[in-house]
């Protein structure tokens, strides 16, 4: 049954590439195919943010597997948003300045996140310990995780479909999401405010010498959670100075908003 | 009138002026404390609820002070009256080893208000050869255990016999039904024969029904006494007063059918267990205790009931006591109750098992029970909660009952005031919600930080000729915010392609990685800042009076952080990232 829909599906969207070009179908049918392998797979897809949804290899964040987010307290809450607001239980292991407030802003139920702010040097046994009860588990590596402990870790996660998310390196690890560039828009030089900020997040996925996707998130956006930022794409510099382009770098691309 | 039986006799003791009698043994107690003036028993006192006497003491009362006078009036009768504040739980309180007494000598005891309880008369009178000799031998008691005055009346039913202890007086005259016996003085025993209540009753003012509205009507109507008004007829009184009326009515024909109630005495669930020798090790005294645990939990579930609240308590053999409540989110078992020893043994976080002395007692009581009904599982079972606290008591175990937390939002205007951090099994604080509902001006707006540091880290901000910048006291910034460095920035290494960070954690550890000569940060160019927004707290209090000025920055690689300038020093309170 599931193969009949999954190629129906798979028919209807081929009218949706009509206005790409050649690679841009490519990659797309590419993400399809992933996408229906992983779900041949015996492995459950958690609820996932929409946009960040589309980033991630397989089109979710999926249980049983590690990520490794890398550097940003905020990308960590809008993954554990989905879950948490689906009635999954968090665990947060080894962050002691996770901004609790800021949770609760992308939609993070704090009725079911228990915090171990201060593991010391038993972090690992606590995710382990915390694995086999919670759906979804976030950990601060503390020093520099060895393959082996890595490897019993992921054991467990299949075992319990649990999945975990690393903030820093982790070995083996499904997807490496990490935020590049960001602008703040809403705030000048002495007024103002931060009201959003403009993100590229790249994704890593596979060996380290898997491919990469980008997009550009909101995050945080206009109402304190994750956003779709509209799509950019670069365009031809038009001859002569632009208003607005004081900084004089000719070098970067131009982006232009698609709509 | 259902003929009355012997089963509704009920005896009432009655201890005049209780209020004061309480009121008096606490201040004594204050007194014997202090070891300084005691009061004279003598003395007249009364009791003060809401600006008006609720009580007074007989020697108060003949300085014609009475209940429902205004204080100064009564103070004005009687200037050397000694005022105390009424304080009904203490009543209450004071009123229960008194209620202990008449248990311990007859069983069936049912308190109507502190101060005033009925006894079931009937097993009492046989057991100990008649109702006077039973009552006698009950204010022998009490008068050894220094209640002296007491009044008690015998009749059917309740409201009789309550109302034969509190008028001996008036029927001790020559038409006496019964006889009115005074022993050692000014107690009292009153017994109105079975089956005489209603005509006991009879000559009673109606005013003792104690419904204010009923009375006064009654006595317009010219109903002044309760014979009068138990001549109505029933079903007519019924219909004209109601159901409030047929019970008055039913009481003042000396009703037996209202039963006496007994209290169940309260079991004594608290188990405790001497250690001889004292023992020096967490392990050892938990193994010690493990038995008494299972047999406390076991006691708790033969009467259906669960814990959900323990009290432990632990002694050791320098005389310390250290007690705790413990909540718990489901309810106890045993282990759990060891492992609340363990952790009071183990003091907050610390996992280290010295003892400052050894323990030589080890206790718990119950803190707070509930019908296991109310706790049952459902048909499919609750599995999922179950085995989520599980997971997280060992972890409690691991590092500490404190270290395993749930986050609350609470009031506040910093940011780590406003998560509040409960730990797991730990009720949540009353006061967060409500005081995250006050309006908190100067709170943060969307959207918040998502990194928070708890506490602050010290920052360097400087203006574009390189001085520190400053706030003068109107709130105005002395130079734009030009180059910002955030100290522990610098360990925190943003990893970058060709070199795998080592994923150190930002704070606490960045001691150890690296030598803390890390005075000056590096310093970055603010490519937009924002501010000052003043906070200025709690200014009345000049122990915790706050005035900072807010910031928020963001520098050339795009970060944003909140920073604080108090005093002369600036601050990052937290980071957007």
Request: aromatic share 6%; charged share 20%.
């Given at each position: ?5 999954v190629a ?9 590439y ?21 779900r041949t ?18 089109g ?12 940003s ?7 554990l948003?989905?879950?948490s ?33 201060n593991p ?8 382990a310990?915390?694995?086999d ?6 950990t ?11 490897a019993?870790?992921a054991a ?8 975990l ?7 083996q690890?499904e ?13 000048g030089?002495?007024f ?9 997040v ?6 380290d010498t ?7 998130l909101w ?26 382009d004081a900084s004089?770098?000719?070098d ?8 | 009138?259902p003929a009355?039986s012997?089963s509704?006799?009920?005896i ?5 002026d209780w209020?004061?009698?309480a009121?008096?043994?606490t201040?004594?107690?204050a007194?014997l ?15 003060i609820?809401?600006?008006?006497v ?11 002070v ?14 050397e ?5 009424y ?7 004071a ?5 202990a ?9 049912q308190p109507?208000?502190?101060g ?7 097993g ?5 050869g ?5 009552v006698?031998?009950l ?7 220094g209640?002296?005055?007491c ?32 022993i050692s003085?000014a ?6 024969p ?9 000559p009673l ?10 009375t ?5 109507l ?6 009068d008004f138990a001549?109505?007829?029933a079903a007519?009184?019924?219909?004209r007063?109601?159901?409030v ?7 003042a024909?000396?009703d ?15 188990v405790?267990?001497d250690?001889?020798?004292p ?9 010690a ?21 323990v ?6 053999e320098?005389?310390?006591?250290s007690?705790?409540?413990?909540q ?5 078992t ?6 609340r020893v363990?952790w009071q ?7 280290a098992g010295?003892l400052?002395?050894?323990i030589c ?12 009904s109310?706790?049952?599982e ?5 599995a ?6 599980h997971?997280?008591?060992?972890v409690q175990g691991?590092?500490g009952?404190?270290?395993v ?5 609470g ?6 005031e ?8 730990d ?15 100067g709170?943060l707006p ?15 901000v ?15 910034v002395?130079?734009?915010?030009a180059?910002v ?9 943003r ?16 001691a ?7 005075l ?8 937009a ?5 003043s ?5 009345w209090?000049?122990?915790s ?6 910031f928020q ?6 970060e ?11 601050l990052?309170?937290?980071?957007y990232?």
């Amino acid at each position: 049954m599931n193969t009949v829909s999954v190629a129906i599906d798979i028919v209807e969207h081929m009218f949706e590439y009509e206005g790409m070009t050649g690679s841009e179908r490519v990659q797309a049918l590419q993400a399809r195919i992933t996408q229906m392998q992983r779900r041949t797979l015996d492995e459950r897809a958690l609820p996932t943010l929409p946009p960040l949804a589309e980033l991630l290899p397989g089109g979710a964040m999926r249980a049983g597997s590690a990520y490794s987010v890398i550097e940003s307290h905020a990308l960590v809450m809008a993954m554990l948003a989905g879950p948490s607001e689906a009635g999954s239980w968090c665990g947060v292991v080894g962050v002691p300045d996770f901004g609790v407030e800021a949770a609760a802003g992308f939609g993070i139920d704090l009725q079911r996140l228990v915090l171990v702010p201060n593991p010391g040097d038993q972090w690992l046994t606590v995710t382990a310990a915390l694995v086999d009860v919670l759906p979804v588990v976030v950990t601060q590596p503390r020093g520099r995780v060895n393959e082996a402990d890595a490897a019993r870790l992921a054991a467990r996660l299949r075992q319990r479909g649990a999945t975990l998310i690393a903030v820093g390196p982790w070995p083996q690890s499904e997807a490496r999401l990490s935020v590049e560039t960001g602008s703040w828009s809403g705030i000048g030089a002495g007024f103002g405010r931060l009201r959003q900020r403009s993100v590229t997040v790249t994704v890593a996925s596979g060996a380290d010498t898997g491919r990469r996707r980008r997009g550009r998130l909101w995050l945080p956006g206009g109402n304190a959670g994750l956003e779709a930022a509209p799509r950019l794409v670069a365009v031809d510099r038009p001859e002569g100075a632009l208003p607005w382009d004081a900084s004089g770098s000719t070098d970067e691309p131009l982006l232009r908003t698609v709509v | 009138m259902p003929a009355p039986s012997s089963s509704a006799r009920a005896i009432v003791l009655w201890v005049p002026d209780w209020p004061v009698v309480a009121a008096l043994q606490t201040a004594h107690a204050a007194a014997l404390a202090r070891a300084g003036d005691d009061i004279d028993d003598g003395a007249p006192v009364a009791v003060i609820d809401r600006g008006r006497v609720y009580a007074c003491s007989a020697s108060a009362r003949t300085s014609a002070v009475r209940r429902g006078l205004r204080v100064r009036e009564a103070q004005a009768r009687c200037p050397e009256l000694r005022t105390i504040a009424y304080d009904p739980v203490l009543d209450a309180r004071a009123f229960e080893p008194v209620l202990a007494l008449v248990e311990a000598l007859m069983p069936g005891v049912q308190p109507i208000r502190p101060g005033l309880c009925a006894i079931r008369a009937r097993g009492p009178a046989r057991f100990y050869g008649g109702e006077r000799e039973a009552v006698q031998r009950l204010l022998g008691e009490l008068a050894a255990f220094g209640l002296r005055g007491c009044r008690i009346g015998i009749a059917d039913g309740i409201f009789a016999a309550e109302q034969a202890a509190r008028h001996p007086e008036s029927i001790s005259g020559a038409e006496s039904i019964s006889g009115t016996e005074s022993i050692s003085g000014a107690e009292s025993i009153h017994i109105v024969p079975m089956g005489e209540a209603a005509r006991f009753l009879a000559p009673l003012p109606v005013g003792i029904l104690g419904d204010p509205g009923l009375t006064t009507l009654l006595v317009r109507l010219g109903l002044r006494s309760l014979g009068d008004f138990a001549a109505l007829d029933a079903a007519q009184v019924r219909q004209r007063f109601g159901e409030v009326g047929a019970h008055a009515h039913a009481l003042a024909g000396g009703d037996t059918t209202s039963g006496i109630t007994p209290r169940a005495p309260q079991r004594d669930l608290d188990v405790g267990i001497d250690l001889e020798p004292p023992l020096e090790r967490i392990d050892q005294v938990t193994f010690a205790f493990r038995t008494a645990a299972e047999r406390f939990i076991a006691q708790v579930s033969a009467m259906h009931e669960v814990c959900t609240a323990v009290r432990v308590s632990i002694r050791s053999e320098s005389g310390q006591v250290s007690e705790r409540e413990w909540q718990h989110p489901r309810w106890f078992t045993a282990s759990d109750v060891l492992d609340r020893v363990r952790w009071q043994l183990q003091g907050s976080g610390s996992a280290a098992g010295a003892l400052s002395s050894a323990i030589c007692r080890v206790a718990v009581s119950p803190g707070s029970r509930d019908a296991a009904s109310n706790h049952e599982e459902g048909l499919w079972g609750s599995a999922p909660d179950e085995r989520i606290h599980h997971g997280l008591s060992r972890v409690q175990g691991l590092l500490g009952h404190d270290a395993v937390v749930t986050p609350v939002l609470g009031g506040g205007r910093m940011l780590a005031e406003r998560a509040v951090l409960v730990a797991w099994g730990d009720r949540e604080p009353a006061d967060a919600a409500a005081s995250r509902r006050r309006p908190w001006p100067g709170q943060l707006p969307p959207p918040l930080p998502a990194r928070v540091f708890s506490p602050p880290r010290p920052a360097v901000v400087r203006s574009p000729a390189g001085e520190s910048v400053t706030v003068d006291e109107r709130g105005r910034v002395s130079a734009p915010l030009a180059q910002v460095g955030v100290d522990g920035q610098a360990a925190d290494v943003r990893p970058n392609a060709g070199r795998p960070n080592a994923g150190r954690p930002n704070t606490g550890q960045a001691a150890d990685a690296e030598p803390p000569a890390l005075l000056v940060p590096q310093l970055r160019a603010v490519t937009a800042w924002a501010g000052p927004w003043s906070v200025d707290e709690r200014w009345w209090d000049r122990a915790s009076a706050r005035r900072l000025h807010r910031f928020q920055v963001v520098d050339d690689t795009g970060e944003a952080w909140l920073l604080l300038q108090e005093g002369d020093r600036w601050l990052a309170e937290a980071r957007y990232d």
